[in-house]
């Protein structure tokens, strides 16, 4: 995957979720500029970025975007689960000038930090000793569920974009049981539902929590 870093000139960076829109950019190396907006403010993601752009010193020398969105990507194009924006890379392009710009799931780039982190920012899942060379998740809850895989092999690593929040939720007792019900005929069946709030609605944003996953 191509860095931010490998792209030549100053980059837009964003963190776009249901409920806030973060915008930097990267210059020389250095995040600058780095700005908080609420979705529920603004009709379209142009809209969110034009007003950013509007503040930002010179916009006109931004060459690239790269945009870490809460949704699949396909394409290029992503819809976002818990919002009506849309963003299309080669829209952005044409929009801004933009010689490239790039899409990938919020999720999908924390997951690839994941190797990156002191040991002390991590979990571990479970009570045995840590093993190395094991995969590696991130899970958030907030406007919706994120998960994001990361699994070293001998290449490298491999980094699963996944929209886990959409799985149905498990019980591993009477009690988790009757819970799950209630929940069900309240809610549906997706973790996201139960463990997230409705998009745009809250100030507060997904929290990245990185977890070690351990045998």
Same mark, same amino acid.
Request: hydrophobic fraction near 40%; charge should be positive; aromatic fraction near 4%.
């Given at each position: 995957?191509?860095?931010?870093? $490998?792209?030549? +000139? ?7 979720? +249901?409920?806030? %829109? ?40 931004? #060459? ?5 969105? %809460?949704?699949?990507?396909? @394409? ?5 689960? @818990? #919002? %009506? ?9 044409? %929009? ?8 990938? @799931? ?8 994941? !190797? ?7 979990? $571990?899942?479970? +009570? ?19 998960? +994001?895989? @990361? ?12 929209? &886990? ?22 809610? &549906? ?25 351990? !045998?």
């Amino acid at each position: 995957m191509t860095s931010p870093n $490998q792209i030549k +000139g100053r980059v837009l960076l964003a963190d776009i979720g +249901g409920t806030n %829109a973060r915008f930097a950019v990267l210059d020389d190396g250095a995040v600058v500029t780095m700005t908080h907006l609420l979705v529920r403010n603004h009709a379209s993601f142009h809209g969110a970025l034009d007003k950013y752009l509007g503040a930002v010193t010179e916009p006109g020398r931004i #060459s690239a975007a790269v945009i870490a969105v %809460a949704g699949p990507v396909h @394409n290029g194009r992503c819809v976002l689960t @818990n #919002s %009506a924006w849309v963003i299309d890379e080669r829209e952005l392009c044409i %929009a801004y000038g933009f010689s490239t710009a790039r899409l990938i @799931n919020d999720f999908e780039a924390v997951a690839w930090s994941l !190797p990156h982190l002191a040991a002390d920012k991590l979990l $571990q899942i479970g +009570g045995r000793q840590p093993a190395t060379g094991m995969p590696l998740v991130a899970v958030g809850p907030g406007t919706g569920l994120g998960v +994001g895989v @990361n699994i070293p092999h001998a290449a490298g690593h491999t980094v699963l974009a996944s929209e &886990g929040g959409h799985a149905t939720m498990a019980a591993n007792s009477p009690r988790e049981d009757a819970v799950i019900d209630h929940l069900r005929r309240r809610f &549906g069946l997706s973790a996201g539902r139960r463990l997230s709030s409705p998009g745009g609605r809250s100030h507060r944003g997904k929290q990245k929590n990185a977890t070690a996953h351990e !045998p």
